[in-house]
């Protein structure tokens, strides 16, 4: 059987004994629609609001947030379609484009920003990229109910109207993307942030891939994006090739319970435990460092035996893209010994729930990752296997489990294993 897992913009190809093989873990993708015409019926038709254009009429200063360029919001078109509903009625209100960048360890450059955006950009009044550590342009919107304070962008405190584009997908401690990860962590202070990304939160039983209701994580993040005063949101589901299966548009809350909805139906696996676990980020822009890898070794851990092997697929053209995740994994004897030092309050740092995720990990199976973006003494120092290609990580999992039997995931964000 030749296997194909994405990296980058293309894949890693080999092959691997029929025998080997026991489950192919894929979504069970519709057809394809016309993104277009996709979204204008579901900006015509939004779910609990009134239509965009409503909402804009009496709206002076407007604010829509977008994710940046490690996320594949097909933002070329939807951008261009609320900028238009928006002026139906409102010609003369300001747009501002606020990129929410969360404490990614990265900033867009102008030509990425061009590359993500398109011509929209030159619809708008202004762009601006969040930056969670800048206290100056963050304002406290108060307590949430679990005592942390909402720290965000001032821009959304001038606005009269906030709107917010994305997509959704399965999360592996946040349950979801899209929706109310606009806002908490999108635009949020480094404080809010930590907070909600708490080691207390993180070991919860339902942070995981696939569940909202009674996560803590997603529960504080959709609290959040009320306080903010999140009016209006545009999410899309797409596919493995990200062509739109499936657009969201409206209440924050209902139109994106929606698409979670939608989302579960056709994401959804029933996990087959496997010996070794040959996973991805689902290629280019997901897989541009390690440490957005780690959502896709995390979901390949639902489907792993213990002390099973994960072989896990991304470029990295980024390299690890977060110092801090690499130094805590890099300064630790192990991933236990990480782990009992964040519990016991010891750590408190930027990326450590990244960094406890994947320790998590570690404690119960062997990672290799398949990269040539980062090299064997960065990813060995983090307590993990290297490999330049899939063959050469496939043989090493094999000595390790020489009667193995496999499980592909071959995007592994876009599956939500769940019994």
């Known amino acids: 059987m030749l296997v194909k897992i994405p990296l980058g913009r293309g894949f890693e190809e080999c092959e691997v004994e029929d025998s080997r093989i026991q489950a192919h873990l894929e979504p069970l993708w519709p057809a394809p629609v016309d993104p277009e015409v996709c979204v204008e019926k579901t900006l015509s038709n939004p779910i609990g609001s009134k239509s965009l254009s409503k ?19 097909p933002s ?26 969360g404490l ?13 955006f398109g011509p929209a950009l030159d619809c708008l009044d202004e762009v601006v990229v969040h930056s969670a550590k800048n206290d100056g342009s963050l304002l406290n919107l108060g307590s949430l109910s679990s005592g942390n304070r909402l720290y965000v962008n001032t821009l959304l405190k001038e606005a009269s109207l906030i709107i917010a584009e994305g997509y959704i997908e399965g999360h592996f401690f946040a349950g979801f993307t899209g929706g109310p990860k606009s806002i908490l962590p999108g635009v949020s202070g480094v404080e809010t942030i930590m907070n909600n990304h ?6 919860h039983a339902n942070a995981r891939c696939g569940i909202a209701e009674g996560n803590p994580i997603y529960e504080e993040m959709r609290e959040a994006a009320c306080l903010a005063n999140l009016s209006f949101i545009l999410n899309v589901v797409l596919d493995a090739d990200k062509r739109i299966l499936a ?5 924050p809350v209902e139109a994106h319970r929606n ?60 390299g690890v893209g977060h110092q801090g995740f690499y130094e805590m994994l890099s300064s630790s004897n192990s991933p236990g010994d990480f782990l009992k030092r964040l519990r016991a309050g010891e750590i408190w740092r930027e990326a450590q729930w990244e960094a406890q995720v994947l ?38 999992a094999l000595s390790l489990k020489p009667q193995g039997k496999i499980t592909l995931l071959p995007d592994g964000p876009s599956v939500i294993p769940l019994p």
């Not at 090299?375 to 043989?395: F, N, Y």
């Open 55 to 73: 909402l804009a009429k009496k709206a002076s200063k407007i604010v829509i947030i977008s994710s940046d360029n490690t996320r594949p919001v």
């Open 76 to 101: 070329k078109i939807t951008l261009p379609r609320l900028v238009e509903k928006i002026k139906e009625e409102s010609s003369s209100a300001s747009i501002r484009l606020l990129v929410a960048t």
């Open 104 to 116: 990614h360890d990265w900033s867009p450059s102008e030509s990425e920003l061009s590359e993500k």
């Open 198 to 203: 708490s080691p207390r939160n993180i070991d």
């Open 247 to 251: 657009a969201f548009a409206g209440d």
């Open 259 to 318: 698409g979670c909805v939608f989302t579960l139906e056709c994401c959804r696996v029933k996990p087959v435990l496997g010996d070794i676990v040959v996973t991805s980020n689902g290629g280019y822009p997901l897989d541009r460092n390690l440490y957005q890898l780690v959502k896709g070794i995390s979901n390949g851990a639902l489907t792993a035996k213990e002390g099973g092997v994960i072989v896990a697929c991304g470029e990295c053209m980024d």
């Open 359 to 396: 320790a998590k990990v570690l404690e119960k199976l062997h990672v290799i990752v398949v990269s040539r973006g980062v090299d064997s003494k960065t990813v060995e120092s983090m307590h993990m296997m290297h490999a330049k290609t899939l063959k050469e990580g496939l043989e090493i």
